[in-house]
Nanobody, 125 residues
Framework: QVQLVESGGGSVQAGGSLRLSCTASGYTLCMGWFRQAPGKEREGVAA??????????DYADSVKGRFTISNDMIKNTLYLQMNSLKPEDTAMYYC???????????????????WGQGTQVTVSS
């Protein structure tokens, strides 16, 4: 397991942008962003794996074209650039990591063994 620390949440108006960061204490093969709104289940937002010069990314349909996940392998830091934010994006956002490659099961939260403490994102209309 690695330790994960998120930052970058906040409050913005609809249409605005935020960038979330997550710093890991070590290297992990797959890192992802999840979110949970009040009264709703936690859902996968995006995930990324970088290995052997190849980067795999995937996104939830609800954020495709608006959010971009990226990583800095030297800094062990994960990012989520969120543009064109909508009120329905309001949630607690969590960074997660696991030692297996991201694949078509990336959005299953039980597959991750490290979690950050979460950072709140609030989008007002």
């Amino acid at each position: 397991q690695v330790q994960l620390v998120e930052s970058g949440g906040g409050s913005v108006q609809a249409g605005g942008s935020l960038r979330l960061s997550c710093t890991a204490s070590g290297y992990t093969l797959c890192m992802g962003w999840f979110r949970q709104a009040p009264g709703k289940e936690r859902e996968g937002v995006a995930a990324i794996s970088t290995a052997s010069g190849y980067t795999y990314t995937d996104y939830a349909d609800s954020v495709k074209g608006r959010f971009t996940i990226s990583n800095d392998m030297i800094k062990n830091t994960l990012y989520l650039q969120m543009n064109s934010l909508k009120p329905e994006d309001t949630a607690m956002y969590y960074c997660a990591a696991r030692s297996t490659y991201c694949s078509n099961n990336w959005a299953i939260d039980t597959r991750y063994n490290s979690w950050g403490q979460g950072t709140q994102v609030t989008v007002s209309s």
